[in-house]
Every structure is written in C-alpha cells, then in structure tokens.
C-alpha cells in the first residue's frame, strides 16, 4: 500500500453511562452536526424502553446491548469477480465492521418504522430487536442466509 493507514480515532464516553459504545451510536445517530439532539433522543429511547419493559429486571442500557448483539451479523458475502464470472464470496467480518453495521441497520430500520418520534421508533426497533424480531434482525438473517448459499464459493476468498 501507498498510503499509510490513518490513526485510530478514539472516542470519548458518553456523559450519562460513561460507554463508549453508546457515543460511537449517536455519532451514527446524529444529522447536520447536532450531537446534543441525538443525545437526547438517545436517553430519551432508554426511558421509553424502561416504561415499555417495566416487568423485566434488565436495565434499559443491558437492553440496547443485548438488541446490538442480536442483530450483529458474523458473516457477509462480497463480490469477487473470477474468470468473468461473479461469485458472491462469504467472508468473515472483524469486529469493528460488525458493530458499525449493527447500530447502522438499527438506526436505518427505526426510521422506516412508523411512530411520532425518533425516540419512539428506536425504542419499538430495540425491543424487537431484544425479542429476536423487527427489520434489523431480518436484515442480519438475510444476511447470514445469503452467505450460508454461497458457501460453495468460499475458496475464492480473498
């Protein structure tokens, strides 16, 4: 490679549970620079989700975490063109790649979904996905279908 790999950016942790996983979501979160709207919309979902789940012992933020968990994806499947053909190549995902494309289908399948605020779509998006349900799970399952099709052509890895 020409160019030397640029450094790592560290974040720092969110004010109000101390979590740098919750600042890298409402960087994710956040439109036209406005970091402290997403903040807000951010705690205001973890309280939606307390009322919605007042039964459960589990806090809010456990609740987030374990929904991240349920729709990260292990494996995807890339394009790799072989003698003229391409093949769709099911490839492993590092760690980094997986959390950014989990809070990204979160956030992407809580918009489409239908309600009166983003707080309010997030929240309903987090508890399915919680439950092992809603478009963002789907996604990952897709996801993990297409690769487990394709798993014939995993000797063209590159």
Same mark, same amino acid.
């Given at each position: ?25 409402? +960087?994710?979160?956040?439109?036209? %620079? !406005?970091? /402290? ?12 989700? *307390? ?53 990204? +289908?979160?956030?992407?399948?809580? %918009? !489409?979904? /239908? ?12 508890? *399915? ?30």
């Amino acid at each position: 490679m020409r160019k030397t790999k640029p450094k790592k950016r560290h974040l720092l942790p969110d004010p109000k549970f101390n979590d740098v996983l919750v600042t890298r979501f409402v +960087n994710d979160l956040m439109k036209d %620079g !406005k970091k /402290s709207l997403a903040y807000t919309i951010f705690y205001d979902t973890l309280d939606l989700v *307390a009322k919605r789940m007042k039964n459960d012992e589990v806090t809010p933020l456990d609740v987030w975490k374990k929904a991240l968990e349920n729709i990260t994806p292990q494996v995807e499947v890339k394009s790799r063109r072989v003698g003229g053909a391409n093949f769709q190549v099911p490839m492993e995902i590092r760690n980094e790649r997986k959390v950014a494309i989990s809070i990204k +289908n979160l956030i992407l399948y809580a %918009g !489409k979904r /239908s309600g009166k605020s983003m707080a309010d779509k997030l929240s309903s998006e987090i508890i *399915a996905a919680y439950n092992l349900e809603g478009g963002a799970y789907k996604k990952k399952e897709d996801t993990h279908r297409m690769a487990e099709a394709n798993r014939a052509f995993a000797h063209f890895r590159f």
